[in-house]
């Protein structure tokens, strides 16, 4: 049986944070690194191990976190993953709790948390199979999806028995985990967004001038074609948008990150591209994400989950006008049509709602404006993080 939590009454704690999502993964640890608390991040799916400092910019300030990463775990190795970190990495008699995430990372926090009844506070800011259902229908067969339904049901279910506190990180999440499983009342607080600082590689800056700012309006759409997944299916349909909206609209440009020219020519099945589509590939430095978002003035980020979408919470990090779907009202209710993002689901005329946007000097101040706003008041660090604390407070009071 567990003792009586040795947090109660302290103010600042020491925090494990485990994440399998790398940008509000390490938002939340830098939030908290900037309210006094010592933090450790162990980020999983990275390609080896790593242990080092580094610095994190949320839109307030700079944190510097202790960092380590590992590669992707089987569940069967996970205890033993977690008697090694505990006794050769971090001494965990020293952590006070452990924030963590569904699936691989909540395995790993819970052995940890399991080993000196550390309180665990778990973050959702996806529900998998239950947001996805349709689409692996239609990708598995029926019979297939019904099939792992109740064990995504069993595993949901797990992750939500043992922690202190749950966290949904959208509105469609609560909503989900309030109906479907009311003895787990989730707490609503919305993902902010962090990035690493480093010195900029130049992997692209020779050449980003050149092509991005020789034409009046440049727009950005981000799609990985080439992974696999159910994903894909949708990052073909947003490569499509952008192909239309690129063949519509010769004057400007449309700059893809996240997929080649080969990878796009491959899924749209054609041996030429308008010269007006400029692909990135996989850019991983943030100092050139900052800069091709400085210079795009019109985000093309539709949804097809509704899980957080990293692609909507980096434009809106950025204060760029976002063109959107109807699934982000799910997602963020608070995001208007026409004050905070643009919101169509009319494909087909993407191109005419672009060159309209971009026509208007007012709408695409408007929407600047309120993507700035929705930001600050929604998605800052700072509420972030003041929600964040009342979660820390409630830990101490916990018997």
Not at 247 to 273: M, Q, W
Not at 331 to 356: A, C, M, Q, T, W
Not at 363 to 385: D, Q
Request: aromatic share 10%.
């Amino acid at each position: 049986m567990c003792s009586p939590s040795k947090i109660a009454g302290s103010t600042l704690m020491n925090i494990l944070n485990i994440s399998t999502e790398i940008r509000h993964g390490l938002a939340c640890a830098a939030s908290l690194t900037k309210r006094g608390h010592k933090v450790i991040h162990i980020q999983l799916e990275e390609s080896g191990f790593t242990a080092k400092k580094v610095k994190v910019q949320t839109d307030t300030d700079i944190a510097e976190i202790e960092y380590i990463g590992l590669p992707t775990l089987q569940r069967y190795v996970v205890k033993n993953v977690a008697k090694l970190i505990s006794e050769n990495i971090i001494n965990i008699e020293l952590v006070d709790a452990i924030i963590t995430m569904p699936s691989v990372s909540f395995y790993l926090a819970h052995a940890l948390s399991s080993k000196l009844c550390i309180p665990l506070v778990l973050r959702i800011s996806s529900l998998g199979i239950y947001d996805r259902f349709k689409e692996a229908i239609t990708l598995f067969h029926w019979y297939r999806g019904i099939l792992e339904l109740a064990p995504a049901l069993r595993r949901l279910t797990e992750n939500l028995v043992h922690p202190s506190i749950v966290i949904a990180h959208s509105a469609y999440i609560a909503k989900f985990l309030k109906e479907k499983l009311p003895l787990r009342k989730p707490i609503l607080i919305y993902p902010t967004y962090a990035k690493f600082v480093r010195k900029e590689q130049n992997q692209f800056g020779f050449n980003i001038e050149k092509w991005c700012l020789e034409k009046h309006h440049n727009v950005l759409g981000i799609t990985s074609v080439g992974r696999p997944g159910l994903g894909s299916r949708h990052d073909i349909i947003i490569l499509k948008i952008l192909y239309i909206v690129a063949k519509c609209n010769p004057e400007i440009n449309v700059i893809v990150l996240g997929s080649n020219d080969i990878e796009a020519r491959k899924s749209l099945n054609l041996y030429h591209l308008p010269p007006n589509m400029k692909f990135l590939g996989f850019v991983y430095d943030d100092t050139l994400i900052e800069r091709i978002y400085e210079c795009s003035s019109l985000v093309i980020a539709p949804v097809f989950f509704r899980a957080v979408s990293n692609r909507i919470l980096e434009a809106l990090f950025y204060g760029k006008p976002v063109l959107t779907n109807s699934y982000i009202k799910e997602i963020f209710p608070e995001l208007k049509h026409g004050i905070s993002v643009y919101i169509s689901d009319r494909y087909e005329e993407y191109p005419n709602v672009v060159r309209s946007i971009l026509n208007s000097s007012n709408t695409l101040e408007e929407l600047t404006e309120g993507a700035k706003k929705v930001w600050k008041e929604l998605f800052s660090e700072r509420v972030f993080g003041s929600k964040m604390e009342t979660v820390l407070k409630n830990l101490r009071r916990s018997p």
